[in-house]
């Protein structure tokens, strides 16, 4: 049984993050909204599931080092492991992405670090100012 529910376990973690990705992408193409709105927080949030499934667990075993480290570590993975080799098979595009959201991205992340820097804990009014921002720029490049 245990080994039946290992195996079933990343299955439905590719499948449910796989589903969310296309329908998310589906329905905010629908909308009319603009590509960078698309990739930049939707694909994130799909690329991040198996952290979203396995990061409450090590907080709720009262180790918040190994989620926050779980988070962070998949992000840098995901930022400098994957467009490398990827770029290699095909040059990469990114129509709607600019500088200003690399450098809304690279804001985001180095505001992240003082806060854990504070007690190295993350509380949840600064976890909610931080997804404040998200949204603030997802909003602000809506109509693109």
Do not use: K, Y
């Not at 939707?42 to 709720?60: C, H, K, N």
Request: charged share 10%; aromatic share 2%.
């Amino acid at each position: 049984m245990d080994i039946g529910l290992v195996a079933a376990g990343p299955a439905v973690l590719v499948s449910g993050s796989h589903l969310l990705l296309i329908h998310s992408v589906s329905l905010t193409r629908s909308l009319g909204v603009s590509t960078a709105v698309i990739g930049l927080p939707m694909v994130t949030a799909g690329t991040g599931m198996p952290e979203l499934a396995t990061s409450p667990i090590a907080a709720l075993h009262r180790q918040a080092d190994t989620a926050i480290g779980n988070v962070i570590g998949s992000s840098v993975f995901s930022m400098l492991g994957i467009p490398g080799p990827a770029s290699m098979v095909s040059p990469p595009r990114a129509p709607g992405v600019s500088t200003l959201d690399f450098i809304t991205m690279i804001g985001l992340a180095a505001l992240l670090l003082p806060l854990l820097c504070t007690g190295r804990l993350l509380h949840r009014l600064e976890g909610v100012a931080l997804l404040a921002l998200q949204a603030l720029d997802s909003f602000v490049r809506w109509p693109q």
